[in-house]
C-alpha cells in the first residue's frame, strides 16, 4: 500500500488507533473537567468550565478528521501531542509510517 | 416608592436579592455537572455536559436581566422557579410586592 491507497486491514488498524486516541484526550479532557468542578465555588468558576469545554470541542473537532487524505497529519499529531503511541499504528504501510516519521521530523532525509 | 421608583434601600435588597438567587441557582447547575463529570464514562458523556451548560448559560443570561424596568418580572419568575422566596424581597414597596404576587397570580384582583 502507498501513502494514499489503504488496505481493510490498514483502515482497521487506523480505525482503533484514531478511536483510542480520541477516547484517552476525552478521558482527560474529563479529568480536568471533574477536577475544575470540584474545586468551583461561585458561578465564574462555574462558566469556566463551560469555556474549557467550549474551546476544547473546537480544538478535538478540528483535530480529530478522519479523512484518509490527511490521516498521516493527524496521526503525527496525535502522536506529538502524546494521545498515540507509533506502536499503535504499527502495521500500516511502511510508506505511511515513513511519512508520519517525517512529518514528526524524526524520518531523516527523503 | 411607585413600581417604577427605586429607592436607594430598595436597590440594594434587589440586588442583594437577585445575587443570591443567581448564586443558588448556579451552584445547582454545578452540583448537576459534578454529577454528569462523576458519571461519564465516554466521550458521549463528556460533551453532554458541554450541551447542558451551553443550554445552561444561555438560559441564565436571559433570565437574570437586572434592568429595573422588568425586575418585578424577574423576581416573580425566579419566585416561581424556586430561586427566590418572597421574604428575600421583603422592603421593597407595597406596590412592587403588589405587582410581583400577581405576575405570580396570588395577588387577588387588580
Request: hydrophobic share 35%.
Amino acid at each position: 500500500m502507498t501513502s494514499t491507497e489503504w488496505s481493510k486491514r490498514e483502515k482497521e488498524i487506523a480505525r482503533n488507533a484514531y478511536q483510542a486516541a480520541y477516547e484517552r484526550e476525552c478521558e482527560a479532557i474529563l479529568h480536568k473537567v471533574r477536577t475544575m468542578a470540584g474545586e468551583a465555588t461561585d458561578p465564574e468558576g462555574l462558566w469556566r468550565i463551560h469555556d474549557y469545554l467550549t474551546e476544547k470541542r473546537k480544538h478535538t473537532d478540528e483535530k480529530y478528521d478522519y479523512r484518509y487524505s490527511v490521516l498521516v497529519f493527524v496521526f503525527a499529531r496525535l502522536i506529538r501531542e502524546g494521545w498515540m503511541k507509533e506502536e499503535d499504528i504499527a502495521g500500516l504501510s511502511e510508506e505511511k509510517l515513513h511519512e508520519v516519521r517525517q512529518i514528526l521530523g524524526i524520518g531523516g532525509g527523503g
